[in-house]
């Protein structure tokens, strides 16, 4: 027999070995260790966010902000799998309106990881914070080490994958394009989050290569208006040719989704939904030749695109109907019931399935479209008058 011999007798994964393995599915690349840190920093109610990478992250990720902090009484729990504030029952799931919610980002960066440290101060603690060192199950080791620190918390990972040596070695050989897919993941939580939430949201993200100076990647200034935050990160003019999205539409519920919630077969009822952003303009050349600058949310969480194309092809679809030979710019934020969608699907919680998907996309289409034409119509007048 090739391979490893085995023999017939079934037993149970040690627990040491369930935790690297799930620990691996959760975290599976630098954006997705970078998203986890930052969603926590906006639960905390944070108005101030910095994103510090050592050589592009290879040597540690560093997010500071200043939010509410962890109290003492929360430090043996903070890193602990499946520990979590924000649910008490599996029904919980279908009304979280909170960015995290499962409890695996801090102990599986722990378990993928050479170190995970958190500095940390509450409002009553402040100016002098507590220095938490996690082990890599995610058990508390110290919490002796006192910091000047004023009300927030900051969390440093170092050499992420360095337990996974393929892993790491795949890191290490891509970590420019790594990095940028970080960026990117970076830029949809500086335009719809850090504009709607905790009364608007200052993100800073750096980068300091070893031997060299920091450079500033992007920088919000925190105020509550998606159009500040898009000009920040790509200046006044990428907003020459984009006008503000918002529309609404009713999409009819599937009879599959109504069996499913035992409604019956009673007449279909219908889930009222918004959309607002930005869009470019329908005008020949106000497009743009890639769909570069596409960003899709669901209340306000990004999600997906690639994997929900369905909705990002319809957008697109439409778009092309009145500027054929371009794709828009777009940030669109699709807000909705949450018992109309469904976030808890994948690890990193960017995959949501919706609803009536079907009669989503043709509602969506509708609208839309019927959006363009007005717009259309607006423009035209503006000329002939």
């Known amino acids: 027999m090739s391979g490893v011999e085995r023999d017939s007798g079934i037993r149970a994964i040690d627990a040491h070995t369930v935790h690297r393995i799930t620990s691996g599915q959760v975290v599976i690349d630098l954006q997705s260790a970078v998203k986890e840190l930052v969603e926590n920093s906006l639960d905390a109610g944070s ?5 510090r990478f050592q050589n592009y992250g290879l040597k540690s990720i560093e997010v500071i902000d200043n939010g509410s902090g962890i109290a003492p009484r929360d430090y043996e729990g903070i890193a602990l799998k499946h520990y979590t504030s924000k649910l008490s029952s599996f029904e919980d799931v279908s009304r979280i309106v909170t960015f995290g919610f499962r409890g695996e980002a801090l102990s599986s960066l722990c378990a993928l990881s050479d170190g995970l440290t958190i500095a940390t101060a509450t409002a009553s603690e402040a100016p002098m914070g507590t220095v938490l060192e996690i082990d890599g199950n995610g058990r508390l080791k110290s919490q002796k080490a006192k910091v000047a620190r004023q009300r927030g918390t900051t969390v440093t990972v170092t050499n992420l994958f360095r337990p996974l040596p393929v892993r790491r070695k795949e890191l290490e050989r891509n970590i420019k394009r790594e990095y940028q897919k970080a960026l990117t993941i970076l830029h949809a939580y500086a335009l719809v989050p850090c504009s709607k939430e905790n009364k608007g949201v200052r993100l800073t993200v750096t980068n300091q290569i070893e031997n060299g100076r920091k450079v500033a990647q992007l920088k ?8 500040a935050s898009a000009i920040a990160l790509w200046g006044t003019r990428a907003l020459d040719n984009v006008t503000d999205l918002d529309l609404s539409f009713e999409v009819e519920t599937e009879k599959s989704v109504l069996r499913r919630l035992n409604q019956g077969s009673a007449d ?14 329908f005008v020949i050349g106000a497009g743009r030749t890639t769909n570069d600058r596409q960003y899709f949310f669901v209340n306000g969480r990004p999600f ?28 669109a934020d699709f807000v909705l019931p949450t018992h109309a969608c469904d976030i808890n699907v994948s690890p990193d919680k960017r995959t949501i399935f919706l609803h009536s998907e079907n009669n989503f996309v043709l509602a969506l289409k509708v609208g839309y479209a019927s959006d363009l034409v007005d717009l259309f119509n607006v ?4 000329i002939t008058t």
């Open 47 to 51: 108005t101030a966010i910095e994103v």
């Open 268 to 281: 279909s009822p219908t889930t009222s939904v918004r959309v607002q952003g930005l869009v470019s303009k």
């Open 304 to 331: 997906n695109a690639g994997k929900a194309s369905i909705v990002q092809k319809a957008v697109n679809e439409v778009y092309r109907t009145f500027n054929v030979n371009q794709a828009p710019f777009v940030i």
């Open 220 to 227: 919000t200034d925190g105020t509550l208006s998606l159009r």
């Open 379 to 382: 423009f035209f007048s503006s």
